[in-house]
């Protein structure tokens, strides 16, 4: 079993549906990544998050540490969201990071 | 200020040739990341370097692969003896301490 799970694996939207991808993890973190990558693409960081809630723009992201889990949220879904999303954590003191196999959405028009 | 640099963005090698990969990191950024990421597969660790140190190497293969930060210039990861199963993408990443890390465009790495 993968330290970090993802769901889903795949994810079809049409333009304008609000998107939630999840992230579940089963190590202790200090710090967790959401990432972005489009097709062929370099890593775009969106967000890193040890608590609570950040949001920029239409996404938003949630962590909910006792849990172990969280969520990216896009609303307003367009279709240059189209990207694979990578949740990726931060593993007690060490700075390596442990990723998620990632979450690859398409949104259509 | 310009972002974590990488080259070349795509690298192509025939079988037994030797590969380096180049990274410079954000100014001001001191701690380096090599992540390698095959074809279909997700991320993984495989070095964290700091300036002359390497500090965690667990996700290295163990035969011919190396890594090095020197005081001047970039990181280079070097992979000797190519062979097709090292064909990937690699991602370099920096931070300025054991924080948030920005990641480069990744390297391309076709071994024929």
């Known amino acids: 079993k993968n330290e970090v799970e993802q769901s889903p694996q795949n994810l079809t939207a049409q333009e304008g549906e609000f998107i939630t991808i999840n992230c579940s993890y089963s190590?202790?973190?200090?710090?967790l990544h959401w990432l972005q990558q489009h097709p062929g693409g370099g890593i775009v960081s969106l967000f890193m998050l040890s608590s609570g809630k950040k949001k920029h723009g239409r996404l938003i992201a949630t962590i909910n540490i006792q849990e172990k889990h969280s969520s990216l949220h896009i609303t307003a879904s367009h279709p240059r969201d189209s990207a694979v999303y990578i949740c990726a954590v931060y593993t007690g003191t060490a700075s390596k990071l442990t990723f998620g196999t990632g979450t690859r959405l398409q949104v259509t028009l | 200020n310009a972002g974590v640099m990488q080259n070349p963005r795509h690298l192509v090698r025939r079988r037994g040739q030797e590969a380096r990969l180049r990274c410079s990191p954000m100014k001001g950024h001191s701690h380096v990341y090599w992540y390698r990421q095959l074809p279909e597969e997700g991320l993984k660790f495989m070095v964290y370097l700091q300036k002359e140190n390497i500090i965690d190497e667990s996700g290295m293969p163990k035969e011919r692969f190396s890594a090095e930060f020197p005081k001047e210039g970039p990181s280079i990861l070097r992979i000797q003896q190519v062979v097709r199963g090292d064909s990937a993408a690699y991602f370099c990443?920096?931070?300025?301490?054991?924080?948030?890390?920005?990641f480069g465009p990744g390297t391309r790495l076709t071994v024929t």
């Open positions: 190590v202790g973190i200090s710090a």
């Open positions: 990443a920096s931070s300025p301490s054991t924080g948030e890390q920005y």
